[in-house]
């Protein structure tokens, strides 16, 4: 049984998710080695999701990379380094994303784990 999560600590989760500094984002080693993913597949993943509480992420692609922000905050977002077709690093952050499907195959959402708690979002 997974504890609950209060409110303010879910905004603190989200919210470290979407932010660094630049200062963090230069100083961090690029450690990962990045896994090789078809931009097919990156293009399902691309789009708005929606934590509780009303938080909101967006998942954009460019140059064959994917990248998350907070919806609407206009932060610059943060490359998502794939580690394999469905699981990602935010080196910066030392968090991980996992995309989740449906029986079908479709993207219905993701779980963000960062220092042990995880949250999950659906896709809009």
């Given at each position: 049984?997974?504890?609950?999560?209060?409110?303010?600590?879910?905004?603190?989760?989200?919210?470290?998710?979407?932010?660094?500094?630049?200062?963090?984002?230069?100083?961090?080693?690029?450690a990962t080695k990045s896994f090789k993913v078809s931009e097919k597949v990156l293009k399902t993943y691309?789009?708005?999701?929606?934590?509780?509480?009303?938080?909101?992420?967006?998942?954009?692609?460019?140059?064959?990379?994917?990248?998350?922000?907070?919806?609407?905050?206009?932060?610059?977002?943060?490359?998502?380094?794939?580690?394999?077709?469905?699981?990602?690093?935010?080196?910066?952050?030392?968090?991980?994303?996992?995309?989740?499907?449906?029986?079908?195959?479709?993207?219905?959402?993701?779980?963000?784990?960062?220092?042990?708690?995880?949250?999950?979002?659906?896709?809009?």
């Amino acid at each position: 049984m997974k504890a609950r999560i209060s409110q303010f600590s879910v905004l603190f989760f989200v919210l470290s998710l979407f932010f660094s500094t630049t200062i963090q984002a230069q100083s961090s080693p690029k450690a990962t080695k990045s896994f090789k993913v078809s931009e097919k597949v990156l293009k399902t993943y691309v789009g708005s999701y929606s934590f509780d509480q009303g938080i909101g992420a967006e998942v954009t692609l460019k140059d064959g990379k994917l990248y998350g922000s907070q919806a609407g905050t206009g932060q610059p977002p943060m490359e998502l380094v794939a580690v394999s077709n469905t699981k990602f690093k935010i080196e910066e952050m030392g968090a991980e994303i996992v995309f989740t499907t449906n029986d079908k195959g479709a993207v219905i959402g993701l779980t963000f784990y960062q220092q042990g708690q995880e949250m999950s979002a659906v896709k809009d």
